[in-house]
């Protein structure tokens, strides 16, 4: 059984939602990253509007690659507003009914007998702890999941859950710019529970938006990247791999040479001045 790799490829943008990669396409880039040590894919079924969970499950069976080597991460509860589902409103259902039909769902379109990780996408107001903790036990024991945990929910949302049933990964926003869990106490709980970080968006907005907090960030950043001989979404990467919690960044790209600087990001440790300077240029005013 592969480990899951530390840099995860999310596939948002291989579908609909982004690059519309063909099946051959899709096929040879799962090739490539798992052949580079990224052998853990990001998905969620509402993705290319439900459709890209099962573009990547046709890849995947044309890749060649076994099963027993990747790692597929998938999460589920956002009702989403598009072409392919008769909802009226986006909104959330954590019934113990729909979280075993989505997980199967992805299941047969991932084209697998079984999950590595599932995730609540997105934090309901409705949510019943007993009623989830049913359902994941019930997908644990028949072994079409491995791994449970949640996707964007705070401190006091995990321990609603994890009053019924261990929360194993939370999946949250974190970056240079988007630093928030570290200050909320976020992290702190995923290293007091043994919770997983998983980071989506792990640039932040650097490389998006112009304002005051990137434009104080970019010449540092170019600097650092000169020292440390690697590239500038390499020293963001390799900001967030500092951080004690051990945070697994899900990295969006599917373009190869990124993806390989992002690995460079794993031999990279900051000296510790070098990642204040950086929180120091994203806050705009220095530590307390």
């Known amino acids: 059984m592969a480990q899951q790799s530390k840099i995860i490829i999310g596939c948002m943008s291989w579908g609909n939602w982004g690059k519309q990669l063909s099946t051959k396409e899709q ?28 573009q990547f499950g046709k890849a995947l069976k044309e890749s060649g690659i076994e099963r027993e080597k990747i790692q597929l991460i998938s999460k589920c509860g956002i009702q989403y507003v598009g072409n392919s589902r008769d909802n009226k409103i986006k909104h959330y259902d954590y019934s113990k009914d729909y979280i075993i039909w989505s997980a199967e769902e992805s299941l047969r379109n991932l084209k697998t007998d079984y999950l590595d990780t599932f995730l609540l996408h997105r934090p309901s107001p409705l949510m019943h702890p007993e009623e989830i903790a049913e359902a994941i036990a019930s997908l644990k024991e028949s072994g079409k999941i491995k791994q449970f945990g949640v996707s964007n929910f705070t401190t006091s949302q995990v321990e609603l859950i994890s009053s019924q049933i261990k929360v194993e990964v939370n999946q949250i926003e974190f970056s240079l710019t988007q630093h928030s869990a570290m200050h909320n106490g976020s992290l702190d709980q995923m290293m007091l529970k043994d919770i997983q970080p998983m980071s ?46 051990q945070v697994s960044p899900v990295i969006g790209t599917t373009n190869k040479e990124r993806i390989l600087n992002a690995n460079k990001a794993l031999k990279i440790d900051l000296e510790l001045e070098d990642w204040f300077s950086l929180l120091v240029a994203s806050q705009g005013h220095k530590v307390p």
Do not use: M
Not at 216 to 235: F, H, M, N, T, V
């Open 27 to 54: 096929a040879d880039l799962i090739q490539f990253c798992t052949e580079n040590g990224n052998n853990t894919f990001d998905h969620a079924d509402i993705y290319g509007d439900y459709t890209t969970e099962s």
């Open 200 to 245: 989506w968006s792990p640039l932040g907005s650097v490389f998006k938006q112009d304002n005051e907090a990137t434009q104080r960030i970019k010449p540092l950043l170019k600097d650092l990247a000169e020292k440390y001989d690697i590239s500038e979404d390499g020293i963001l990467l390799s900001w967030i791999l500092k951080h004690p919690s």
